[in-house]
């Protein structure tokens, strides 16, 4: 992605967002909407704030681990999930994460090769430890599921199935990647009605050459089962730190009667319903579905926008806008002319 689809994205999400923003607030009743700013307890938003924190660090310490015993540098290891959050949240279907990030590793003093495949080991595990949150949740939380999750059943579902068919390919790819090549080959066919056949073997040497590197450092980890159970649980921490922001979020607002086991039974269901929606960050999916799982712990509509709006700072804007932050200040291994280049 070069610069200017960057801005174009990224304007284009700010934009989406906005519309998303005026709508929400066509209904709501601005003189309630500043009492409850004055009302609100700021104490909990910042432990919200502490938690997104604590999810993006977690996020660097995962990337650490992969990389060991590689050296890396402190502020490059560092910026890199605000950058991959940056990518994620202007781009359809998070496609700009993992690009992001590997930037973000090249620019840290990691190979490109490793750091194309550490990336794609973290997102093996991520896509992993999403579908095990989710049936933990549905294990503790399944009537609680049953009653409030109708509206969203069919996305939830599709969002579901989608991460499950993402993590088998994947696994597909590391345990036999003789056999992926194969499929890859015939997935490739049609491209050779609209590029050269030059062309489609280039990107068919890449493509296998990808898959070999995916599959070498995917038995490296495999073979070292310490390092993958302790990156496992810590993605699934990670996870259920992000899954339990609503509810402080919340409480801040006054809502105490929210149970944080529900709270989070419920974002697994929002995360996953607006994981389909192909705009950057599920913008207005996001908004629409978390002012329809959570507006029963509220009083009214007008503390449900104000809600809805600081989760999607906190959780969100507040991602994109320090991502594009790290990604301006570059740690010393690269210089200027790299940073442009890449």
């Known amino acids: 992605m070069n610069t200017k689809q960057r801005v174009f994205w990224m304007f284009f999400t700010l934009f989406i967002g906005a519309l998303a923003f005026i709508y929400s607030f066509h209904k709501v009743n601005i003189r309630e909407f500043r009492e409850q700013i004055s009302q609100t307890n700021y104490g909990w938003l910042l432990v919200a ?44 279907f998070s496609v700009g994460g993992q690009p992001m990030q590997i930037l973000g590793l090249r620019q840290a003093g990691v190979s490109l090769g490793e750091g194309s495949s550490v990336s794609l080991m973290k997102f093996v595990i991520y896509q992993s430890m999403i579908v095990v949150a989710f049936f933990i949740c549905l294990l503790f939380g399944y009537q609680y599921v049953a009653n409030h999750m109708l509206a969203m059943t069919s996305l939830v579902v599709f969002g579901i199935v989608i ?12 345990f036999f990647p003789p056999i992926t ?26 493509l ?25 649980l810590v993605t699934l921490i990670q996870l259920f730190v992000y899954y339990l922001i609503p509810y402080f979020i919340l409480l801040a607002v006054g809502a105490d009667n929210a149970d944080p086991m529900f709270i989070v039974v419920l974002n697994v269901i929002l995360t996953l319903a607006i994981s389909i929606f192909p705009v950057p960050g599920g913008t207005g999916g996001a908004e629409i ?19 809805m709006l600081v989760w999607r700072i906190i959780t969100y804007y507040f991602g994109i806008f320090t991502g594009l932050i790290a990604y301006n200040v570059i740690p010393n291994q690269l210089d200027e002319k790299d940073h442009v280049e890449n």
């Open 289 to 307: 579905g978390f002012s329809l799982l959570f507006s029963s712990f509220l009083p009214n509509h007008t503390v449900t926008i104000f809600a």
């Open 208 to 232: 296998n050459q990808k898959i070999i590197e995916f599959h070498d450092v995917s038995k490296k980890l495999a073979n070292d089962p310490k390092k993958l159970i302790k990156v496992s």
């Open 163 to 174: 991460h499950a068919l993402v993590l088998l390919v994947l696994i597909f790819i590391m």
């Open 49 to 92: 704030f502490v938690l997104i924190i604590f999810y993006y660090l977690s996020m660097a310490w995962i990337l650490k681990i992969l990389l060991e015993p590689t050296k890396v540098s402190f502020w490059g290891i560092l910026r890199t999930p605000f950058m991959e959050q940056f990518g994620n949240g202007i781009t359809p």
């Open 181 to 206: 090549e194969k499929i890859a080959n015939i997935v490739l066919i049609p491209f050779h009605w609209f590029l050269t056949d030059q062309q489609v073997d280039g990107i068919d040497r890449k």
